[in-house]
């Protein structure tokens, strides 16, 4: 009975993650269409916290964040994070582009939007992109990372480093947005960066995290192994939760009253930040002459951001700015749509490289036959 159930969890854990775009599609229409029970959830707290000595109000949004990072770091095997000393140089330099690149593109936006026929629109567009920036590795970029043999030690510890780092580098890059936008835009990402060093990061990002690492070294991993299927099933859900909830605070708007300009610019810087990060990745990697794991492993990192943390970070700070919410949804939308691109291109590049190799050995092995035979015309020749 129990084994037929672990299948059954398997199954539809399987399916959730296979299709997870359209399921966050779904998720998304839900939020435009029906979003009366998402904003009661995004209401619902459960007290006050003093980290730091500042007040936090504890929301379900919250609190879902932290079940999906602890659940992210029950999957991570211990012995990994040791092994990631071997790739320091490498790992240093992707957490470094991974703070750097993001804001080097946001400056560049901030001049072409300057001329904007409306500038709310612009700023809060620059707002939504300097979430993104700063938000830590996406945990799935492990997986789209090991499914394409990426480096998978390098991938964790992108993923780890940044997430327990980000209550230091999340607020370091959202003051540096400070000096891109508008004076009124700059008090808002002030206000963004006080939230995240309140303890909000502490508290629901990287203390989630770490004791769920450290609760699979206490437990066993082979123990936690055996609910592997519950906690993807687990964290698919919250994910798709997550982005129903705060979807409802922006989409409904946007479908009721749709500005399309503003839609059709956001989408297409959307996709223009994520395919800079995944070509970022790659290029970085191959100018640190890592190998093709290495490159594969630094293009996922760079390219996928924790937009779960991004989106409750906004809707908690910017809760009367729907429309900063929109690039975070689009480019948790278009991540996951680049990087089966970017997937197929490396495979398909892969698979060029190899056929040439192929043919090569081919080539070697025929010039080789017709010197033999050459050769032993010469021996049946003097022979004879």
């Not at 993923?159 to 000096?179: E, G, K, Q, Y």
């Not at 963004?192 to 770490?210: D, H, K, N, R, T």
């Amino acid at each position: 009975m129990n084994n037929m159930r672990t299948n059954v969890l398997a199954a539809v854990s399987h399916v959730l993650h296979r299709h997870l775009l359209w399921f966050l599609l779904a998720a998304y229409g839900v939020a435009a269409f029906w979003p009366g029970p998402g904003l009661w959830l995004k209401d619902v707290t459960f007290g006050e916290v003093a980290p730091f000595g500042q007040n936090t109000q504890v929301t379900l949004p919250m609190l879902l964040l932290a079940l999906m990072l602890f659940n992210a770091g029950l999957g991570v095997q211990f012995s990994r994070p040791r092994e990631v000393l071997h790739t320091s140089r490498l790992l240093a330099a992707g957490l470094a582009a991974n703070l750097l690149v993001p804001l080097a593109f946001i400056f560049v936006v901030a001049q072409v939007m300057s001329g904007w026929h409306e500038p709310d629109e612009a700023q809060a567009l620059l707002l939504g992109l300097a979430i993104v920036a700063a938000m830590p590795v996406a945990g799935s970029s492990t997986a789209w990372s090991q499914n394409y043999n990426g480096n998978l030690t390098l991938s964790l510890g992108l993923v780890l480093l940044s997430t327990l780092l980000s209550p230091i580098s999340t607020p370091m890059s959202l003051h540096a947005v400070t000096w891109m936008v508008s004076e009124s835009s700059s008090t808002e990402v002030s206000r963004l960066a006080a939230v995240a060093s309140s303890g909000f990061l502490v508290l629901f990002v990287a203390l989630p995290s770490a004791v769920g690492i450290c609760g699979r070294w206490a437990v066993g991993g082979p123990r936690v192994d055996r609910i592997k299927p519950h906690l993807k099933l687990s964290n698919s859900l919250t994910l798709l939760a997550l982005n129903y909830i705060n979807g409802t605070v922006s989409l409904p708007e946007a479908v009721r009253y749709p500005d399309w300009d503003f839609l059709a610019v956001t989408l297409g810087i959307a996709v223009a930040l994520c395919v800079t990060t995944f070509c970022s990745g790659w290029w970085l990697g191959g100018l640190l002459r890592g190998d093709r794991a290495s490159r594969t492993a630094l293009m996922f990192g760079l390219g996928m951001s924790n937009n779960g943390s991004g989106l409750v970070l906004a809707a908690t700070a910017l809760a009367g700015q729907p429309r900063v919410m929109l690039p975070i949804l689009f480019y948790n939308l278009v991540q996951h749509l680049v990087a089966g691109s970017a997937a197929y291109l490396i495979n398909d590049d892969r698979a060029r490289s190899e056929a040439r190799g192929r043919d090569s050995r081919d080539q070697a092995t025929g010039i080789r036959s017709q010197r033999s035979k050459q050769e032993m015309k010469v021996h049946q020749s003097y022979l004879g």
